[in-house]
């Protein structure tokens, strides 16, 4: 079975100082994963993909197969940052799969 | 374009009442996937509709069941309700042929059951 563990409810930093959003999962096989990220009164939207290897508002993750992890880091952190964020993992699938499995979420605040 | 679009946006029911929500895709979206995100956790897939079908079913019960309209509209319908059903019910759509992992999310429907 697969699952996605994101180890912190909640996530504090000041304005400026680097964030790092933990996500580590369990799956036998080469998972696709994604950072969804949801901002104060808005809807579930995709932040970033690992297969795209890009940087969305300043964040990357890396796959870490080894480690199994997709961590995602800002290396400067602003206060419009603050949302919830939950990564996923989708099981390879060709088009046909579409089922994600989400963790449950670490809540970041950019203090000011 | 409106982007998904769900109805309602909150509800209350009462134990072992049936409910119905609505979900219309997003413009040129044919696939529709439910989740249900229960206070402090994250979303949970229900199952996934294509085609008028169902091609993809999670962990839940019978009495989840859902239906997707030729239009690519889609109901989610839960029986027999219990007090653990009481969750937000998201609604996501993407294009079959787009297949970018990307899911385009609606605001959800909260459901209240006591």
């Known amino acids: 079975a697969q699952r996605v563990t994101q180890p912190e409810k909640l996530l504090s930093v000041f304005k400026g100082a680097p964030v790092e959003l933990k996500c580590n999962y369990s799956y036998s096989g080469s998972p696709e994963l994604f950072w969804y990220v949801q901002y104060s009164r808005q809807r579930l939207q995709l932040l970033l993909r690992?297969?795209s290897r890009e940087s969305i508002k300043g964040f990357t993750a890396d796959l870490n197969k080894g480690e199994t992890s997709f961590h995602l880091k800002k290396p400067f952190a602003q206060e419009e940052d603050s949302a919830m964020y939950y990564c996923a993992l989708r099981r390879p699938s060709g088009g046909s799969n579409y089922k994600l499995t989400f963790g449950k979420g670490t809540l970041l605040t950019v203090n000011p | 374009d409106a982007g998904v679009t769900q109805s309602p946006t909150h509800l209350i029911k009462t134990r072992g009442q049936q409910v119905t929500l609505r979900c219309s895709p997003k413009?040129?979206?044919?696939?529709v996937s439910w989740y249900q995100q229960a206070l402090g956790q994250g979303p949970q897939f229900i199952f996934q509709y294509y085609e008028e079908e169902e091609r993809q079913r999670g962990n839940f019960p019978d009495r989840f069941s859902g239906h997707q309209f030729p239009n690519y509209s889609s109901e989610l319908n839960v029986n027999a309700l219990l007090l653990g059903d009481s969750a937000l019910y998201l609604c996501?759509?993407?294009?079959?042929?787009?297949?970018?992992?990307?899911?385009?999310f609606g605001e959800g429907s909260r459901l209240t059951v006591l």
């Open positions: 996501a759509s993407r294009r079959s042929l787009a297949d970018t992992g990307e899911l385009f």
């Open positions: 413009s040129g979206h044919d696939t």
């Open positions: 690992h297969i």
